[in-house]
């Protein structure tokens, strides 16, 4: 092993340190040209660009989509998480919450890179990455509801309420003879 | 459950008979009381030596103490029971079955023998044994008044004053059996006999009084005359005998030849005769209240020894006196009508008198508890003082802030000055540790003397701050007693800080239900600090038709005013204030003319009625009360048509100021089931005797609607309720069953509730009301029950019930719950109801008195203090019992075991490590840089 640690190979900027070098030209293989890679960017350069636009548009669908995939794979983890009041289901649903708004938050930032290399606005990806996210969110909401964790039964307000105030009072103590 | 603070005092109650003497070099102090104790107290200090108890409440309890055998021996209705002086402990006890409607005459140790008399009835018990040795009965209605030795083995027995005649009986001491009987003829009609030691005195309205010594058989009466005698006492000491006339006290010296009149004084009720212990002298005293002058006197020689004024001054006067002279000094011991127990010294050189102790024994007596706050200290009442100033400018404000700001910094400057100067003094002195020292120094707790306070005696001065604590938990109780005084305690040591005698004509209120009854109310708290806070009292007045309020300051007990009115029918405090935050008392009287007190002329805010019913006819009348006009007028009737020997024994209503914070019940579904907590709910308990048939009543007391009745058939006494928020706990003994239950009955409006904002007994409920009842088994016998009470009523109330054997038991609510079924569905376990269960399980370690056992319990005290989490309690009886309760634990503080040293400790030691790592990790990054 220690021996291995030693050396290095360097295959693919090898050849093109040698070249610089000067060495001489017969020194290489027969059929080696140094310039190789440099004629072939060259030769394919009109075919690049297209490939390139078709990236960034790929990527940032994915970037899109990302929150909306996310979604079965979250609802997944919800139903395992259980409707118990413990503080893993507790930390996880707290965290699928938490995320999603964070995403929100940096919608902008997120799409920055992208938008500078793609040069156009990408509001339609932003809309459906906002609405995956809020999806997301919703999810959440929905399973902190079936957790019981939202007041939305009279009860949960009961502390709140002020006693009643009478309208009437009775003196009613004893009766002495 | 965390209790702290408990404090416990026993009492004797208010002294009947007296036992004052130097036995043997011991100085003995017995006490019997009309509370049916007997006590022996510690002539030192005042400490109870040992106490019992007897157990008829009827009948009147007589002792006597044989100092041959250094006993006690009781009597008290059909039980006569000796007990060891020295220990207190039970000798022997014999059942003597005797007629009622006679009381005992005399009980007396003759030889081995106990002379004990009962109307015409003559028993003589064994002493040793209690074994009854005979009983002779004379079968007239003859009541016997002395007894004396004569010769070796029989008694003389003096009495029997029927026909002009006085009965002289010679019994033998064996067997009882008469072996003499001889009658003096006495020519007029004798009103009035005493008998001590061996000599009778008679005397008749004409002025003849008539010696004998009945001693012997032939005896020979002497006589002597004097003006307009009314009535004469016996003395301990046999040869002389106390003759008060209308102008006079003349004390007389009887022998077997002759009378003589040996002293005449003033003429009092309040005197005493005793021999010196060391001179053998016989020494007269007497009080005089009018003065408050008590004068002694040498009876050989007619010289006054002592007059000198009893200290304190403006107290109740001195009913009873005994004292007990040893040469220089006199221990002088009175008792005062209202049952304060006092032991003076008097220096016959000196000739001042100095208190020793003092006993307040009309504690045992308590009619109605009430518990204040204290008032503000300076300190708060300064900062309240910066708000008084409405709408002033700002400069104004700002001069306002910084004076204030002056002034505290300025009492905080002498309050530290004079701590330093105490802390200084306890250095000096030695009387406390140094950490005590130190935490005193800088704002704890004043170090308290070691010997602590003894309940039910005087509060020494500057040894309790009289202010309010920061978490209200130090309070004063005002309580009022039907021995005729007013006392102040302080909770934290029980001590007494005031007493308020209301007049020798006191005499309590009785009610329907045949209570005694001693109202007290709170007219203003203490929370106003520009007004001092105000009560009352109402009590009737003796030999008269009218009764009287008497208005006092709670916290210091200076009168403020009194008030005679009519005799009074009612007298209730509105729950309205009038200008000067002062709840006014309204007095019905017998005329059903209605008073208030302050004069309160303007229309009631809300509409007010109240409550009026027949105990015996079971007639209920709701009236409403028009404070312009002063009428009342009614607006309800209804009947419950009781049988003939039905009758109304008790009546629990809800106090206006009692607070419920949650409107209803979260059930396991989430949903609510809402409380039915109508505020002028009152609850009735009739009781038939007859046919034993005990019938619950809830009734609205605005409109008369019964809201619910139940029966319980085969009951029988004693009933005790509790009412509160929307339940009733009562407690009835089960004829059928043989023991004690404990019934619930909760009221709920069901899942929707009519009116969340207002409560209004003129409208009907949306749906009818759901009633749960159900009752439980209770294994002990029920003294008092009462439930907890805090101050927002956001804790659970715990049911408190005194115990005949001594317990005070805490019950916690969800066991005492109506809604418990056998079978639970999911939901009601979610709620976590307990499955039912008959019997309610009584677990010593729920007994918040520990083993410190308090008996005779009539009523328990509940009051909220600044933690919602803490009740006070004061359970009061011959006993006085004071602590605190958290019934849902003390949520809002740190335990009283909270370690603050361990955590002080931890977090000193995490700062202080995590800078020591910071800095060692700073040079090791530093040094694996350069490697």
């Known amino acids: ?177 | 459950m965390h209790y702290m603070k408990i404090k416990w005092e026993s009492l004797i109650g208010c002294p009947e008979q007296l036992f004052y003497k130097r036995v043997n070099g011991r100085d003995i102090l017995l006490i019997s009381s009309k509370q049916h104790a007997l006590g022996s107290l510690d002539t030192a200090n005042g400490n109870i030596l040992w106490r019992q108890i007897q157990d008829s409440m009827e009948d009147s309890l007589g002792f006597t103490y044989d100092n041959i055998h250094d006993i006690v021996i009781v009597y008290n209705k059909n039980y006569i029971r000796a007990f060891d002086y020295s220990t207190g402990i039970l000798k022997w006890e014999n059942f003597i079955s005797l007629s009622q409607n006679q009381r005992v005459g005399i009980l007396k140790v003759i030889k081995n023998v106990v002379i004990l008399t009962h109307g015409p009835f003559i028993y003589g018990i064994k002493v040793t044994s209690g074994s009854l040795l005979w009983s002779t009965d004379f079968k007239d209605n003859s009541e016997w008044i002395g007894v004396a030795e004569n010769g070796e083995s029989s008694i003389n027995l003096v009495g029997g004053i029927s026909n002009n005649k006085l009965s002289i009986v010679k019994l033998s001491l064996e067997n009882g059996s008469t072996q003499n009987r001889n009658s003096i003829d006495v020519e007029y009609n004798f009103e009035r006999c005493a008998a001590s030691g061996r000599n009778a005195v008679c005397l008749n309205s004409q002025g003849t009084i008539l010696a004998i010594d009945f001693s012997k058989d032939k005896a020979v009466p002497v006589k002597t005359v004097l003006e307009q005698p009314i009535h004469i006492y016996a003395s301990l000491d046999e040869k002389y005998f106390v003759v008060k006339s209308l102008s006079s006290l003349h004390v007389l010296h009887v022998t077997s030849e002759k009378i003589t009149n040996i002293l005449k004084v003033e003429p009092t009720e309040v005197f005493s005769i005793s021999t010196d212990s060391s001179t053998k002298e016989p020494i007269f005293m007497a009080y005089y209240d009018t003065l408050g002058v008590i004068k002694a006197f040498d009876l050989k020689s007619s010289k006054n020894l002592l007059t000198s004024k009893l200290v304190p001054e403006r107290q109740a006067p001195i009913s009873k006196l005994e004292f007990l002279s040893t040469g220089k000094t006199i221990e002088i011991l009175t008792v005062r009508r209202d049952c304060r127990v006092d032991l003076h010294e008097a220096r016959l050189d000196g000739k001042e008198v100095s208190i020793e102790w003092t006993r307040f024994e009309g504690l045992a007596t308590i009619a109605s508890v009430e518990m204040i706050d204290l008032p503000l200290s300076e300190t708060q009442a300064t900062i309240e003082t910066e708000f008084t100033a409405k709408d002033a400018g700002i400069l104004r404000t700002f001069i306002l802030r910084v004076t204030s700001q002056v002034e505290l910094f300025k009492r905080l400057f002498v309050q530290f000055a004079h701590r330093f100067v105490k802390s200084f003094e306890l250095i000096v002195t030695n009387q406390a540790s140094f950490s005590t020292i130190f935490r005193h120094l800088f704002g704890g707790e004043t170090p308290k003397s070691s010997k602590p306070q003894r309940t039910g005696s005087v509060a020494k001065p500057d040894t309790l701050p009289m202010e309010r604590d920061y978490f209200n938990l130090r309070k004063m109780i005002v309580v009022s007693t039907t021995s005729g005084s007013v006392y102040g305690l302080h909770n934290e040591d029980g001590s007494v800080i005031w007493s308020l005698y209301l007049g020798d004509d006191f005499e309590p209120l009785n009610d329907q239900l045949r209570r005694t009854k001693v109202p007290l109310f709170i007219q203003r708290g203490t929370s106003h600090y520009q007004f001092s806070s105000e009560a009352a009292v109402a009590f009737n007045v003796k030999n008269a038709k009218s009764s009287r309020l008497v208005i006092f300051n709670p916290i210091t007990g200076t009168l403020v005013n009194t008030y005679q009115v009519e005799r009074l029918k009612r007298v209730e405090l509105l729950p309205f204030t009038n200008d000067e935050m002062l709840h006014p008392l309204m007095v019905l009287d017998i005329n059903n003319k209605i008073d208030f007190f302050p004069s309160y002329s303007a229309p009631l805010p809300y509409s007010t009625f109240q409550f009026n019913f027949n105990a015996s006819s079971g007639d209920l009348y709701g009236e409403r009360i028009d404070s312009v006009t002063r009428k009342i007028s009614t607006t309800w009737k209804n009947q419950l048509r009781f049988s003939k020997s039905e009758k109304i024994v008790a009546v629990a209503s809800k106090p206006f100021s009692q607070t419920l914070h949650s409107q209803g019940k979260v059930l396991g579904d989430r949903a609510v089931l809402y409380k039915y907590s109508n505020p002028s709910l009152v609850a009735l308990a009739a009781f038939d005797e007859v046919e034993a048939l005990l019938t619950i009543y809830l009734i609205d007391a605005i409109n008369g609607q019964i809201i619910y009745s139940g029966r319980h058939p085969r009951t029988r006494p004693p009933f005790h309720l509790v009412h509160c928020e929307n339940w009733l706990a009562y407690s009835y003994w089960n004829e059928k069953a043989r023991r004690t239950e404990i019934g619930v009955i909760e009221l709920y409006e069901g899942l929707t509730q009519t009116n969340a904002v207002h409560f209004n007994s003129m409208t009907t409920e949306k749906t009818p009301l759901t009633i749960y009842a159900q009752s439980f088994i209770f294994s002990q016998g029920i003294n008092a029950m009462t439930a907890t009470e805090t101050e927002q009523g956001l804790t659970n109330r715990n049911l408190l019930i005194a115990l005949p054997f001594g317990g005070l038991l805490e019950v916690s609510k969800r066991f005492v719950d109506a809604r418990r079924t056998i079978d639970l569905t999911p939901e009601m376990r979610e709620e976590m109801i307990i499955p039912y269960m008959p019997e309610l399980l009584l677990a010593t370690e729920d007994l918040i008195n520990y083993n410190q056992s308090i008996f005779n319990i009539r009523g328990i005290k509940t009051a909220p203090s600044g933690l919602e989490s803490t009740s006070l309690v004061l359970a009061y009886g011959i006993d006085l019992f004071y602590t605190r309760v958290s019934p849902s634990g003390t949520f809002d503080i740190l335990k009283d075991d909270f370690d603050y040293v361990l955590i002080s400790l931890v977090m000193v030691v995490l700062i202080g490590g995590s800078f020591v790592v910071k800095r060692i990790w700073r040079q090791n990054s530093i040094e694996q840089a350069w490697s």
């Open chain 1, 1 to 177: 092993m220690n021996v291995m640690n030693k050396w290095k190979l360097d295959l693919t900027s090898g050849g093109a340190k040698i070249a610089t070098r000067g060495f001489d030209q017969s020194m290489n293989p027969p059929g080696y040209t140094p310039n190789f890679v440099a004629a072939q960017q060259v030769e394919q350069g009109g075919r690049n660009d297209q490939q390139q636009q078709h990236l960034l548009n790929k990527r940032a669908w994915d970037m899109a989509l990302g929150p909306v995939k996310a979604l079965p794979m979250n609802m997944l983890m919800m139903y395992m998480a259980g409707n118990t009041i413990s503080i893993f289901p507790i930390m996880m649903v707290a965290m699928m919450v938490w995320r999603p708004i964070k995403a929100l938050m940096s919608v902008n930032a997120a799409f920055k890179p992208l938008e500078t290399e793609n040069g156009t606005s990408l509001i339609v990806h932003k809309l459906i990455f906002l609405l995956g996210n809020m999806g997301a969110i919703a999810l959440a909401v929905y399973k902190i509801h079936t957790m019981g964790l939202l007041p939305t039964h009279a009860s949960d307000w009961l502390d709140f309420v002020p006693p009643a105030e009478r309208l009437q009072y009775i003196l009613s103590s004893d009766v002495y003879i």
